[in-house]
């Protein structure tokens, strides 16, 4: 491991939850060190012994915002995300992991509504969206179980992201539109991004050197 | 909404209470003291424009400006920022003038806010414009003096990036033929998206030895060995020139003796269609965001008929604050003044010398029965009593 100057100490935001497993691993793969600490603490900032390096365990929402305001130096975090919270962060790589898609799903049976109504955790991106497809619609903003609200007459659609379409099947929707393919990305503060150039190049080159192997 | 209540203040907005407040002034004194030693001249303007001179020809966004109407039915503004009013008076009160003119500010500038808590919708910045001097000599004092504001204001740790919107520019035209796609690669880089930069580049139907060159602009940045390497990257003319500006500016800034705190960054785009040249952006230890941000915008003073080229930068004072050491200051000695009715006279003339001695002096009536002790607690270095028991 290089050895860095304190001023080039990295705090890297990680989202718990649905990608959490398989980035720990990406960042095993990129010669991280990542303590079996990460995996299953329950605190949410760890710093990691012998290295100029700390882990931040964010809700996966937050992790823009930690980021954006130099909580922490970068982050890792999906597209998804990004599309809804707009922070000014730089975007500096597509890891390819934690792949999914965005995409309108309905019942089989759906017809175009006269008031239509869409469901979603990410009224952001489902407004945008419907907005350039020409379509005025009312967007109901969820927190979870989306795929309840078609069901109980809530909307007639709902915008969430799919990775294998199980959930969907098993509540009886089908994908109308697909929106955009979402995967984890690496973020960088603004200021980090200059003041720690160097540890942040360190990083987004250690992982650079990953994507390919796991294609 | 809900009507505000007594403790609410408009979005964005905030108060700056006396600690703050004294600090503010302290490094604002610094910077004013710093800046003028360079020639430059202070330069006050109105909080209220016209939207259709100065509102039209910020480069603040519409939709961030806050609009309203004049007694006249005029839309006005307050003002966005301090450099296009300044490129006004050049052009008018100032138009007789001859060039080069260096003027510096220090004032609030108003940018609507939509977003949550950290973003102000008010703001102080300090700044600097030098008109009418095209030179890369000129460019070298902007951010000379900038780093120099920094280092007299105490900032510990701090960066200044450095780029050329034509270096940019030039290698995008030379590698790509649309100029829909190339606003979309200029897009990306203002947005900061590397990602979709590199989508759009493996997207495009051109030679991979052009995308190679591209995808190293991301990378272009470090110290004067990306000089020499920004040249190999490209034969096109305008970034050609773009690489000698850089490279002048280097020798430059050399001899200012601040390159150990420059970060040449050639894919630093600060807004898309308002700088003309060198563009600049400082950033400190600690601090999320930039502090202060700044560049060449040849192109803004025609509008007012004045054509001239010009640079010029704003450090963001609240930012500022936040990463320059406390005041070290003795608190002066505050004197509390107790005096009865009967002793009024002597009191107030005893406070005025005392005042004029340099001392803080804070007078207060009271009686015989006031527990003068209580008083005692309140910040003072002495209580002087002018009452039957304190004689």
């Known amino acids: ?215 | 909404m809900a009507k505000p209540l007594g403790f609410e203040k408009p979005l964005g907005m905030r108060d700056i209470l006396p600690e703050s407040l004294a600090k503010q002034r302290h490094l604002e004194r610094l910077l004013g003291q710093c800046i003028s030693r360079w020639g430059y001249e202070e330069i006050s303007t109105p909080s209220l424009e016209y939207y259709d001179t100065v509102g039209a020809a910020s480069a603040t966004l519409t939709d961030r400006m806050f609009r309203l109407l004049d007694k006249q039915g005029h839309t006005v503004v307050l003002r966005p920022d301090m450099t296009t009013p300044i490129a006004r008076v050049v052009s008018s009160l100032y138009k007789d003038v001859p060039v080069p003119i260096r003027l510096f500010y220090q004032a609030n500038v108003f940018r609507a806010q939509e977003k949550e808590a950290g973003r102000n919708a008010e703001f102080f910045q300090t700044g600097i414009e030098l008109i009418g001097d095209a030179s890369d000599d000129a460019d070298a004092e902007a951010i000379a003096l900038a780093v120099f504001c920094l280092r007299a204001a105490g900032v510990e740790t701090f960066r200044i990036a450095v780029g050329h919107v034509d270096f940019v520019d030039g290698l995008l035209e030379d590698a790509i033929e649309q100029e829909s796609d190339r606003n979309q690669f200029r897009q990306f880089l203002y947005e900061r998206d590397f990602v979709g930069f590199r989508q759009l580049l493996s997207t495009l139907d051109i030679a991979s030895e052009a995308k190679d060159r591209l995808e190293a602009l991301l990378r272009l940045r470090g110290g004067k060995a990306k000089i020499a390497e920004a040249y190999e990257l490209t034969g096109n003319e305008k970034a050609r020139r773009a690489v000698d500006t850089i490279a002048s500016l280097w020798e430059a800034l050399e001899g200012y003796g601040v390159t150990d705190d420059l970060l040449l960054d050639f894919n630093l785009i600060i807004n898309l269609n308002y700088y003309t040249g060198v563009v600049f952006e400082g950033y400190a230890a600690d601090l999320g965001s930039p502090l202060l941000g700044g560049g060449r915008y040849d192109h803004l003073l025609a509008q007012f008929g004045r054509p001239a080229s010009a640079t010029g930068f704003a450090i963001k004072m609240d930012r500022l604050l936040q990463v320059t050491p406390a005041l070290d200051s003795q608190p002066a000695s505050r004197i509390l003044l107790c005096y009865t009715a009967d002793r009024r006279k002597k009191a107030l003339a005893e406070a005025q010398l005392l005042r004029e001695d340099g001392l803080v002096v804070v007078t207060r009536l009271v009686s015989e029965e006031t527990d003068i002790a209580a008083l005692q607690d309140k910040g003072y270095t002495k209580v002087i009593c002018l009452t039957e028991q304190g004689e």
């Open chain 1, 1 to 215: 491991m290089a050895v860095f100057d304190n001023a080039q100490k990295l705090t890297i935001a990680m989202p718990k939850g649905r990608i959490f497993e398989e980035a720990v691993h990406f960042l095993q793969q990129a010669g991280l060190q990542v303590t079996a600490e990460l995996q299953d603490s329950r605190k949410l900032i760890i710093p990691v012994k012998n290295a100029q390096l700390e882990f931040i365990l964010a809700k996966p929402t937050d992790v823009p915002t930690y980021v954006e305001y130099g909580v922490a130096d970068v982050g890792v975090v999906g597209k998804d995300v990004l599309l809804e919270e707009e922070r000014d962060v730089y975007e500096l790589l597509d890891l390819q992991i934690g792949y999914c898609r965005m995409m309108v799903a309905g019942l089989p049976d759906w017809k175009p509504t006269e008031a239509p109504r869409v469901a979603t955790k990410y009224p952001k991106i489902a407004s945008r969206y419907f907005r350039e497809q020409g379509q005025q619609v009312e967007v109901i903003k969820l927190n979870g179980s989306v795929e309840l609200a078609p069901l109980i007459g809530l909307a007639d659609r709902i915008v969430d992201i799919v990775s294998t379409g199980r959930t969907l099947q098993e509540n009886g929707l089908v994908e109308l539109e697909n929106i955009c393919e979402i995967t984890t990305r690496l973020i960088a503060n603004r200021a980090s991004y200059r003041m720690k150039s160097e540890a942040v190049d360190d990083i987004a080159g250690k992982f650079l050197e990953v994507i390919p192997r796991r294609k």
